[in-house]
């Protein structure tokens, strides 16, 4: 079956470093989209990767490893408005998305 | 970017009447919608693909006959929620996939139901 995993929730101190990761088990690969959602709105995009490697934006980068079927978000520089659900979604075969279940961050003062 | 309107945002009505969610496509032409429904601190799921033209294809577990699902143009698709019950309260969220290299999925604002 086609499976992602990412953590539930993750707790980081404003100004700190967080990286949420994010494994796959999918029938084919077309590529991995971050999203941001705040409670209670639509999902805003992050970033998406097809290629292996770090793809940096401002305060927010993305990784993948297509052999390892993994990636990572990380964000600098936290600010309390980074509190949110950050989903990981993969493209497989089909071209359709497989969603995570998203990450909860908290960020504290 | 692209943008994708979504319409009511909000909006509450009696148990056993039909709501209707309008999608559209603002700045490009959307062969594909997707519908999503999120329950409170759960994740998106997917309810069905919009086909421009076509039939919608509906997820395992999801009525076709409740949820009807028309996109009658390359810009608007609509959910209608037919004969609503409380169960059915939920945010509801339209995505198209714009072009590009990327092929984005753009979401729409989200529509919360309330069924009373």
């Known amino acids: 079956g086609q499976n992602i995993d990412q953590p539930t929730e993750m707790t980081a101190t404003e100004g700190a470093i967080v990286q949420i990761n994010c494994t796959y088990q999918?029938?084919?690969?077309?590529?991995l989209f971050w999203y941001q959602q705040h409670a209670g709105e639509a999902p805003t995009f992050l970033s998406y990767?097809?290629l292996d490697g770090l793809e940096e934006k401002g305060r927010f980068s993305s990784f993948l490893s297509r052999s390892k079927g993994y990636s990572y978000l990380l964000l600098k520089e936290l600010q309390m408005k980074d509190s949110a659900s950050y989903l990981c979604?993969?493209?497989?075969?089909?071209?359709?998305?497989?969603w995570g279940a998203g990450t909860k961050l908290i960020i504290k003062p | 970017g692209a943008v994708v309107s979504q319409h009511p945002s909000w909006v509450i009505c009696k148990s056993g009447t039909s709501v209707k969610i309008e999608c559209r496509s603002l700045?490009?032409?959307?062969?594909?919608m997707f519908w999503y429904r999120q329950f409170p601190k759960q994740s998106l799921m997917l309810m069905a693909t919009?086909?421009?033209?076509?039939?919608?294809?509906?997820e395992q577990g999801v009525e076709k006959d409740k949820f009807l699902i028309n996109h009658a143009s390359l810009t608007l698709s609509t959910l209608t929620v037919t004969s609503a019950h409380p169960e059915d309260s939920s945010f509801y969220i339209c995505?198209?996939?714009?072009?590009?290299?990327?092929?984005?999925?753009?979401f729409g604002e989200g529509s919360r139901l309330t069924v009373l």
């Open positions: 995505s198209a996939r714009g072009g590009g290299d990327t092929g984005e999925l753009f």
């Open positions: 919009s086909n421009e033209g076509s039939k919608a294809t509906y």
């Open positions: 990767n097809v």
């Open positions: 999918t029938s084919g690969f077309n590529g």
């Open positions: 979604a993969v493209v497989d075969s089909n071209y359709q998305l497989i």
């Open positions: 700045d490009f032409q959307a062969t594909t």
